[in-house]
């Protein structure tokens, strides 16, 4: 069984169905959208997985862990845990209020750790050589103005994920980061949108990301084949990383 947080759309939705055509039941959450959710959960079925699905909020960050075991005692047998729930805000430094910096970091980082820490007890305690998988952001790499928490964030738990292979190999458990860069989702304001027909002229590939392309490779990490690889950040961006030393010749 395999829990995907913030699984009512984007590459929540996408991870959760890709592992469940995988041969995953999965368990689904949301914060705000419980219809997303439960369209993820049909999805999820038609697929052949059974679903369940519950609301989280971590903003409350000790609600991750009670969410994933409730999950885990629904379904049974927890073998996967990919986090994806986030969120965000553009403020610049100097204007941060601390309750923001809070409110994000509580999520995309605090509320990660719980929900991952709750799962590893549940496969320690199994003896299930689990996977993790922390979807990050290309910020977990490089720099974006105006938005210090969220890059403090995502930073942190591509770190947390170093410290938490290194920490749970013993175990079996492999743990890994995915960081996308621009996903035609709702957070990004592109949601229902063929990626194909937008237009990024900085990205070498010319478009944003599909939700789908980064699910497939969270399938990849959550299967056998990727047993050997724990500890690793893998990039789905397009190229738009490699722009940086271009963008600089050109200044």
Known sequence: MAVVTGSDSGIGRAAAVALARSGYDVGITWHDDEPGAQTTAEEARAAGARAAVRHLDLSDVRSGAAVVVALNDALGGLEVLVNVAGTGAS????????????????????????????????????????RIINVTSVHEHVPLRGSAAYCAAKGGLGLLTKVMALELAEHGITVNAVAPGEIATPMTGNEDVEPTRIERPGIPLGRPGDAREVAALVAHLASPDSGYTTGASFVVDGG??????????RL
């Open 91 to 130: 403020t610049p430094f100097l204007d941060q209020e601390l309750d923001e910096w809070r409110h994000v970091l509580d999520v995309d980082l605090t509320g990660a750790f719980t929900c991952a820490q709750a799962a590893a007890r549940l496969m320690v305690e199994a003896g299930v050589a689990g």
């Open 240 to 249: 738009m990383l490699l722009m940086a030393a271009e963008a600089n010749r």
